[in-house]
T-cell receptor, first 115, second 114 residues
């Protein structure tokens, strides 16, 4: 069974600084996707970044980048130049390819931005 | 990205009544939609997977007779909470699979059963 683990229930960072959120996963599949979603207080789930497992190059989206270590099954999210609007719950997820592409979710990390 | 709407955003109903939540993909066709339940400060819990034109697949522990799911078209899935009780109060979120590797979420529905 696939599992996703986020070991940091809460993280805080000073505005304009850089923060890294950790995520590890376990899967026996060779083809899968990994995601980071952001859930602000509005509770709308917003896709932050996506990584295809067969791509070795780490995905980046503006201030957001990932460190994908396939052998270690690690998928951390780095947020550079943190902004107040980055404050949210961040969820790591792994997409199964064998069952309608279900997402397996981590427990989430609450990110606090200090002004 | 693609847009998914969910209606209503908030609903209050009395115990014993039923309530329907709609999930629509506005600018794409979704053969698969998912329904989640989220408790405060917790992650998303998958309730069921809905495929257009076929019966939904429910996760273990989810009562299919209580949470009726219908996916009658490629753009609409509905979740009906039947004979609602206060313990059904929660935040319900739907998502729609756009293509491999892309899933978009509705804004959620807060259900309060009094």
């Amino acid at each position: 069974a696939q599992t996703v683990t986020q070991s940091q229930p809460e993280m805080s960072v000073q505005e304009a600084e850089t923060v890294t959120l950790s995520c590890t996963y376990d899967t026996s599949e060779s083809d899968y996707y990994l995601f980071w979603y952001k859930q602000p207080p509005s509770r709308q789930m917003i896709l932050v970044i996506r990584q295809e497992a067969y791509k070795q190059q780490n995905a980046t989206e503006n201030r957001f980048s990932v460190n994908f270590q396939k052998a270690a099954k690690s998928f951390s999210l780095k947020i550079s130049d943190s902004q107040l609007g980055d404050a949210a719950m961040y969820f790591c997820a792994c997409q199964r390819m064998d069952s309608n592409y279900q997402l397996i979710w981590g427990a989430g990390t609450k990110l606090i931005i200090k002004p | 990205g693609a847009v998914v709407s969910q209606h209503p955003s908030r609903v209050i109903c009395k115990s014993g009544t039923s309530v329907k939540i709609e999930c629509r993909s506005l600018d794409f066709q979704a053969t698969t939609m998912f329904w989640y339940r989220q408790f405060p400060k917790k992650s998303l819990m998958l309730m069921a997977t809905s495929n257009e034109g076929s019966k939904a697949t429910y996760e273990q522990g989810v009562e299919k007779d209580k949470f009726l799911i219908n996916h009658a078209s490629l753009t609409l899935s509905t979740l009906t909470v039947t004979s609602a009780h206060p313990e059904d109060s929660s935040f319900y979120i739907c998502s729609a699979r756009y293509r491999k590797g892309e899933q978009y979420f509705g804004p959620g529905t807060r259900l309060t059963v009094t």
